[in-house]
């Protein structure tokens, strides 16, 4: 039988670190005030024009040469990319054949995944579903995002802007038949669309723009439309229901109890929101993995970042068992129970 095996994983963020007290100096806010609601400390973004060619795809590109190399691949190994983001370098076409070409790989296909915050665990569902099908053998999936573009910086936005940073990680998912190798072990994904407008950014939408208005009127840009607005007590509740929800469907459907677990990585979205769900499932914190206090809420990368860096620090050692789960806009929610 064919298994699913992450074979190297990878990260990147732009060298600029932001502190709580460098965004204390653009609005109203305080490191005590992050810190307190968020656990966040800082987060990089990308420094300013100079920098333009730090886009979502270039960060997804960075985080996947590490990747390649951590697996002991090049670009020419490959048979498919998955991307995932919500913040891609042009409104169409995505960031995966961008990396593609970046990459120089051949023709092979390139898939763009939106499902913000659950974007890397749709990801990985779908790559996980190709090499078990026997299509491809060699997928990198990435999660990256720019997100210092389109932040809300005045007062107005910093319940938002002050949660979000830059940044990718990215794995090679491989195909084998070796039967010591990790694998896959179960994956559930899951969507509540009647949520949507309590995370998201409206503009440029086609919903709001018809044929006598712009995809972009400039009414959206000065009234603020153009930024994410988020129902934050409301996500929070359903954040907390949602992860333990899917996070036993993984363990139940793998007949593996939160027992089993080596380590625990959730989408990185507010540190409040980990704890929580970390005490409600009883897992002690050397099982769980967090790193948003140096990088904030990197979104569809946010998972993808921690993952890389835990194997990285040699936190996550073959064979251990392994739960990323998800929660985000959409809503969309999900885990992906993997062996490494
Ligand atoms: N600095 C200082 N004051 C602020 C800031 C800020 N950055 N942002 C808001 N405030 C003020 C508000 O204006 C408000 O003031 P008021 O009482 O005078 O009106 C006060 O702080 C409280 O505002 P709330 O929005 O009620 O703040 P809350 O305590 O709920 O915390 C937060 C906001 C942290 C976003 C919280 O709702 C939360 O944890 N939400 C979970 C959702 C989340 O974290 N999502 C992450 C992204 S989505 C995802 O990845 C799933």
Not at 117 to 139: D, E, H
Not at 168 to 184: F, M, N, Q, R, Y
Not at 213 to 242: D, I, Q
Request: some cysteine; hydrophobic content about 40%; overall charge negative.
């Amino acid at each position: 039988m064919v298994k699913s095996i992450i074979k190297g994983a990878g990260h990147y963020v732009p060298e600029n670190t932001v502190t709580n007290n460098d965004l204390a100096q653009r609005m109203t806010t305080s490191d005590e005030w992050i810190t307190e609601r968020t656990g966040i400390k800082e987060r990089h973004h990308r420094k300013n024009r100079n920098d333009a060619e730090e886009t979502t795809a270039f960060l997804g590109f960075k985080a996947a040469e590490m990747a390649l190399k951590n697996a002991g691949m090049t670009a020419r190994d490959l048979d498919y990319i998955v991307f995932a983001t919500l913040s891609p370098d042009y409104y169409f076409p995505g960031c995966g054949v961008l990396v593609q070409e970046m990459l120089g790989c051949d023709t092979i296909g390139a898939l763009d995944v939106r499902n913000q915050c659950s974007g890397f665990v749709y990801a990985m569902s779908v790559a996980n579903a190709f090499i078990k099908s026997g299509t491809y053998r060699n997928i990198l999936v990435i999660g990256a995002e720019i997100h210092s573009f389109g932040l809300d910086f005045s007062d107005e936005g910093r319940g938002v802007s002050v949660i979000f940073g830059d940044g990718a990680g990215a794995v090679i998912l491989s195909a084998t038949k070796d039967e010591t190798a990790g694998d896959i072990l179960s994956v559930n994904m899951h969507a509540e669309g009647k949520y949507a407008d309590d995370l998201c950014t409206k503009f440029p939408g086609s919903k709001y723009g018809w044929s006598d208005r712009m995809r972009l009127e400039p009414g959206a840009v000065t009234n603020h439309e153009v930024y994410p607005v988020m129902n934050g007590n409301f996500v929070f509740k359903h954040a907390v229901t949602r992860f333990p929800e899917t996070m036993m469907e993984a363990l139940n459907a793998a007949g593996k109890t939160i027992d089993d677990l080596d380590l625990f990585i959730p989408h990185q979205a507010n540190l409040r929101i980990a704890q929580f769900v970390q005490q409600k499932m009883g897992l002690p914190d050397d099982k769980v993995f967090n790193n948003i206090q140096k990088y904030g809420n990197t979104t569809a990368a946010s998972i993808p970042l921690a993952l890389s860096e835990a194997i990285a620090a040699g936190k996550v050692q073959r064979g251990d068992l392994v739960l990323l789960s998800a929660f985000g806009s959409g809503f969309t929610w999900g885990s992906v129970l993997f062996e490494y």
